[in-house]
């Protein structure tokens, strides 16, 4: 089953003189639980296309199938249902540093009003365990290594069990280790979960946890 299918997309910034086309006819599927690894020298429309995936920002031409709802010229509802369902991982971890890790995760499940905050806190403390930081559950993000935060952005990316995961650069800051290390504890807990991974990177040293790696070059997938 498709949880992403892209089919004939173009897109571009700007209007007139500075329009800007970032996407040129994009094709493009991907399977429950598959692993995608998108490359591709900067500027070339990586972050942009991860985007519009997420249902972060709206394309207009061409079609962008996400878990069964056509994203473009999709309304604000749509996007944001997609967004709910949809796990973010960032470069900058985004990590709320007067917050603890239980705390960072559990803010990813108050949108879900469906958990109580015994709930929420029981799943902060399994997945944070499971992500290896049970003995850091109340250290807040200046107090943990750059592998260990980027361990909790992937715990919190991962608590909701959401059935697609978009990370932009998740290992740029970590060395060649942690880097490595984060995106494999990933790995094996969307193979776990059957959950669709879509990776932007630069980092070659973490091609390997891929099923397929595209490349993206000036908007154009080859
Ligand atoms: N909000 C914006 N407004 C106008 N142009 C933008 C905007 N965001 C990105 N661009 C341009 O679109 C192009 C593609 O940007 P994008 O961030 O998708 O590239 P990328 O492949 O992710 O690059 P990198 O690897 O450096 O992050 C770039 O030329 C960029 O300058």
């Known amino acids: 089953m ?5 089919r004939g997309l173009n897109f571009a910034f700007g209007e007139g003189e500075l329009r800007r ?21 900067s500027g070339s429309g990586k972050t942009t296309l991860l985007t519009i995936l997420g249902g972060l920002r709206l394309a207009t031409s061409g ?6 709802e056509q994203l473009v010229r999709s309304d604000a509802a749509t996007r944001h249902a ?22 960072n995760v559990c803010m990813a499940l108050e949108l879900h009003d469906r958990f109580s905050e015994e709930e929420r806190v029981a799943a902060a403390h399994q997945i944070l365990t499971q ?32 059935k ?11 060395d060649k280790h942690s880097g490595h290390d984060a995106v494999e504890i990933l790995r094996s807990l969307a193979k ?7 990776i932007v990177t630069h980092d070659y040293r973490i091609l390997d946890i891929a099923d397929r790696i595209i490349n993206l070059e000036d908007g154009v997938i080859n």
């Open 164 to 174: 697609i995961v978009l990370a932009d650069e998740p290992t740029a800051s970590l």
């Open 63 to 68: 079609s962008v199938v996400v878990l069964g």
């Open 131 to 162: 992500v290896g930081l049970g003995r850091h559950l109340d250290y807040r993000p200046a107090q943990l290594s750059g592998g260990q935060r980027q361990r909790v952005s992937i715990a919190r990316a991962l608590v909701s069990r959401p």
């Open 82 to 103: 997609i967004r709910r369902q949809t796990g973010y991982i960032f470069q900058q971890h985004n990590l709320f540093l007067a917050l603890t890790a239980t705390e």
């Open 21 to 41: 086309q970032v996407l040129r006819d994009i094709h493009l599927s991907v399977d429950v639980g598959e692993i995608v690894i998108l490359t591709g020298p």
């Open 192 to 198: 776990q979960n059957g959950t669709t991974i879509f």
């Open 2 to 6: 498709n949880m992403i299918d892209v």
